[in-house]
């Protein structure tokens, strides 16, 4: 083991000690953003019955090719889901409400960034769905 000058001793005693003060805190952090157990459980058993279904999804179809190692994949994206809202709300331009949903721009092939088409399609089980597509 290398043997450090005596000055640098006390120095790197104060380093460890804050280092290790800092993996403290950290971990401290980490436990308080992950969720517990029960809590874990509680949220893998939903039903459709705890969930807002959307009335209406949005899906384009994309593919990969702007990425230096690009690999063409092509498939359809999840643009998103939403509900239609009576109150009319400003989230979005039509008054409807976006439900949170998965819409990463990212190939699942290769990981690159994916370009999306011309080509949407829109499933509506709310009925009038060319209303709402008018607003985009
Ligand atoms: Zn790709």
Redesign the pocket.
């Known amino acids: 083991m290398q043997e450090f000058p005596h000055s640098l001793s006390p120095l790197l005693s104060l380093l460890l000690a804050v280092l290790s003060l800092c993996l403290v805190v950290c971990e401290a952090l980490l436990e308080l953003l992950m969720i517990s157990q029960k809590e874990s459980e509680r949220l893998e058993n939903l039903t459709v019955s705890d969930i807002k279904l959307p009335d209406y999804a949005v899906i384009t179809y994309a593919v990969?090719t702007i990425d230096k190692n690009?690999?063409?994949?092509g498939g359809w994206m999840l643009e998103g889901t939403f509900t239609t809202s009576d109150a009319k709300t400003v989230i979005l331009a039509n008054g409807d409400d976006p439900l949170p949903t998965v819409t990463l721009q990212i190939?699942p092939?290769?990981?690159?960034t994916?370009v999306r088409t011309d080509t949407a399609h829109l499933y509506d089980l709310a009925g009038q769905a060319d209303l709402r597509m008018e607003c985009r």
């Open positions: 990969c690009a690999c063409g994949w190939c092939n290769c990981g690159g994916i």
